[in-house]
Antibody, heavy 122, light 111 residues
Framework: EVQLLESGGGLVQPGGSLRLSCAAS????????MSWVRQAPGKGLDWVSG????????YSAESVKGRFTISRDNSKNTLYLQLNSLRAEDSAIYYC???????????????WGQGTLVTVSS | QSALTQPPSASGSPGQSVTISCTGT?????????VSWYQQHPGKAPKLMIY???ERPSGVPDRFSGSKSGNTASLTVSGLQAEDEADYYC???????????FGGGTKLTVL
């Protein structure tokens, strides 16, 4: 059974940093591209960042470019998201998402974690 | 403002059919057959209901179907049931510079 378990969220002041983690199990983690998707309270889904299976290529939404960095450690089956220069509008539940198949995020996200809440406030 | 446009709400009575639209551009919905639909119940993570415009993952009832015409994709829920009441989001591949774009979501109410 595929399991994605996010951690690392919390309350942080504007301008601060956080590192989110997503521990994956139940599938061959190193074979799949992965993504982070966020959802502000009461709002819709917002794709944040993606990374290829090998970690050789990363992609980010314009709204987070230069501030957020996605990475992965395939030896630990773990996906990361480093959040820097945080703003109030970054407050959201951050989900780790696995594509349905090897073709990547274009094929749809077949598995999601339970999410971790990031609150940016002074 | 979301990249893809969905109506904020839709409704139907049990047993009826309802269709939710998702309008993008030729750079996303219209340019690729990579439209997905997600169902999200309150407090839960999204669930993939449709991928590649009209394909259903294993376990998704065939009451859910998807289609696309030009820059607009649609999700149809037939034979509405109480448990279908949820938020529905469309998404599309947006090309190499914007991998995934989502719609703003549609709240489906079963009357």
């Amino acid at each position: 059974e595929v399991q994605l378990l996010e951690s690392g969220g919390g309350l942080v002041q504007p301008g601060g940093s956080l590192r989110l983690s997503c521990a994956a199990s139940g599938f061959s983690f190193s074979s799949y591209a992965m993504s982070w998707v966020r959802q502000a309270p009461g709002k819709g889904l917002d794709w944040v960042s993606g990374i290829t299976a090998s970690g050789g290529s990363v992609y980010s939404a314009e709204s987070v470019k230069g501030r957020f960095t996605i990475s992965r450690d395939n030896s630990k089956n773990t996906l990361y998201l480093q959040l820097n220069s945080l703003r109030a509008e970054d407050s959201a539940i951050y989900y780790c998402a696995k594509p349905r198949d090897y073709s990547g995020s274009r094929s749809g996200f077949g598995n999601w974690g339970q999410g971790t809440l990031v609150t940016v406030s002074s | 403002q979301s990249a893809l446009t969905q109506p904020p709400s839709a409704s139907g009575s049990p047993g009826q059919s309802v269709t939710i639209s998702c309008t993008g551009t030729s750079s996303d919905v219209g340019g690729y057959n990579y439209v997905s639909w997600y169902q999200q119940h309150p407090g839960k993570a999204p669930k993939l209901m449709i991928y590649e415009v009209s394909e259903r993952p294993s376990g998704v009832p065939d009451r859910f179907s998807g289609s696309k015409s030009g820059n607009t994709a649609s999700l149809t829920v037939s034979g509405l049931q109480a448990e279908d009441e949820a938020d529905y989001y469309c998404s599309s591949y947006g090309g190499s510079n914007n991998l995934v774009v989502f719609g703003g979501g549609t709240k489906l109410t079963v009357l």
